[in-house]
């Protein structure tokens, strides 16, 4: 089962407008990671959040983790055409072989000019 | 600058054919990875490396393989006995494995 289960499936916004996406995942978690992806190409690592971390800031991206409700949301403030990509949230396990992190299915944002 | 190189960049395999995809970082990190992304879907881990000379199975090896001869250098061979082997590779690489990774920009394997 996805350890790491993105929602939505897609956004679509105005540019201006922001962007919020959710990650949901099932086990106990070192570290929770946000990722971007430009079609047909590789990620790109935004934030990672520790799990003893509530609250992340990084430029116009804000990253929360709940851990008890196993949940995490990326929050784009002020978005623009250029933030469209797929966006990929990944976990990094406790007690499992250190550094293996799954990935969830992704949100694809589209921002529309 | 330091980063992550995947070659080559397409690849066209034909029917029982063994091919390698290459995967070389400058970044000095220990642990490497190989995933697989098939299109709309994630990412699925095919097999990772925490240190030269050792690596382990993900959730989908069969049908791949792998080395970690040196710390730089990760290369996926794909062989014969992965049925369905057209996707979208990435490389990764990551300082200790708890921290943030670092893709390279993926091989489009395709079977003709």
């Known amino acids: 089962s996805q350890q790491g289960e993105e929602d939505p499936q897609a956004l679509s916004i105005q540019e201006g407008e922001n962007a919020t996406m959710n990650c949901s995942y099932k086990?106990?978690?070192?570290?929770l990671q946000w990722y971007r992806q430009n079609s047909g190409r590789g990620l790109v690592h935004l934030i990672l959040?520790?799990?003893?971390?509530r609250e992340k800031h990084s430029g116009r991206l804000r990253v929360t983790l709940d851990t008890s409700k196993k949940s995490s949301s990326l929050l784009i403030t002020a978005s623009r055409a250029a933030d469209t990509a797929s966006y990929f949230c990944?976990?990094?396990?406790?007690?499992?072989?250190?550094?293996?992190?799954?990935f969830g299915d992704g949100t694809t944002l589209t921002v529309k000019p | 600058d330091g980063g992550i190189t995947q070659s080559p960049k397409y690849l066209f395999r034909k029917e029982g054919q063994n091919v390698t995809l290459s995967c070389e970082q400058n970044?000095?990190?220990?642990?490497m990875y190989w995933y697989r992304q098939d299109p709309g879907q994630g990412l699925r881990l095919i097999y990772y490396?925490?240190?030269?000379?050792?690596?382990q199975k993900g959730d989908i090896a069969e049908g791949y393989s792998v080395s970690r001869e040196k710390k730089e250098s990760f290369p996926l061979t794909v062989t014969s006995a992965q049925k369905n082997p057209t996707a979208f590779y990435l490389c990764?690489?990551?300082?200790?494995?708890?921290?943030?990774?670092?893709f390279g920009s993926g091989t489009r394997l395709t079977v003709v």
């Open positions: 990944a976990t990094s396990r406790l007690n499992t072989n250190a550094g293996k992190s799954t």
């Open positions: 086990t106990s978690i070192n570290n």
């Open positions: 959040i520790r799990s003893n971390e």
């Open positions: 970044l000095n990190h220990d642990a």
């Open positions: 490396s925490q240190i030269v000379n050792d690596f």
């Open positions: 990764a690489s990551s300082l200790t494995g708890l921290d943030g990774y670092t």
